[in-house]
């Protein structure tokens, strides 16, 4: 019987589809291609999707046809993500589905890992937010339901995506636990949650936990006009505010979202946030109370699908020594690269990304934090 030799045209022909198939975030986000070799550093520009306002017809459309605009959005390819490893004698004689199974799978694995965990960390983006109750109920799922409709998300593409913490407290609910009686087979057959309030729940051990870096959850801020963006907090304790910290002030029901890291100093600290100031602060009384009290939470995401973006583009090929492959597909490209290491005198393989991951909307998405 003849040898199939293992070549990367063959892993990476083999890795793209079993990578997709691995992927949380990355099936749910919008995803863009970009087709020319790239460096990691490199800048694409992606188009964003149109966006068109519903009016009453009036019997003549005349000058209110709306203008198609393109919009684009420059993402940064600023990751590279990789999995490296030396091929065993064992290894290299195998053949083509031995290979997949027993190398293949697990380094797309971790991949997906890797590009799941970069699109949860974009959480650190978001002002919306919706505590979870101590012993989850259906009332946070209404109320996110609620938040996604008050900000009117398109009711199709919605996605939650939870912690295994989380998880194990909604999956008891009847909502969910049940799902399949709704005919939801194939969510429970992909270990999904189902789809419960128009939102199709799913779960990733990539939940990030955010610490706000302080244990001083209340202060005071200072008098601000609406529309600023930076802002005085007193009254607070030491330590640090994180990045993609919330708050909230009194007397204005909108959520805020630190966009810098701020430093404590002398109980005082100037904050950089998202969206600007609604409503004015004009006594420099009012409290500001610093979201989870627990000081650390786990950051689900519930989104709509435009709200990140993803995109991917081949690896520029090696200059000499190696042979490569890059293979697209489903809105991604993977590099595989064969090669041997003289100074090791082994064989060795590697399965790489290049991408790039950015918000593209926060108004269509919002973070339920479970601090339990």
Known sequence: MTQTFITPTIIAKLAIPTLLNNLVFGNLVHKDYSAEFRKKGDTVRIRKPATFTAIEFDGDLTGQFQEVVE???????????????EVTTKQATL???????QVVIPACEALAQKVDTLLAGLYVDIPHFENCETTSALSDIANVDKMANDLKWPNQNRYGVLSPLTKASFIVLDAFLHAEKRGDTQAIKDAALGRVFGIDWLMSQNIPTHAIGTTDVAGTAAIAAAGVSSMLFSALGTGTLAKGTLFTIAGDTTQYVLTAAATIADNTATVYFKPTLQVATTAGTEVVTINPAATTSKENLVFHKNAFAMVTAPIEPPLGGATAANESYGGLSLQAIYSYNHLTFKNVCTLSILCGVKTLNDALALRLCDAS
């Open 71 to 85: 919009s684009y959005l420059d993402i940064k390819m600023d990751h590279i993500l990789t999995v490296p490893w």
């Open 95 to 101: 053949d083509v589905w031995g290979f997949h199974e």
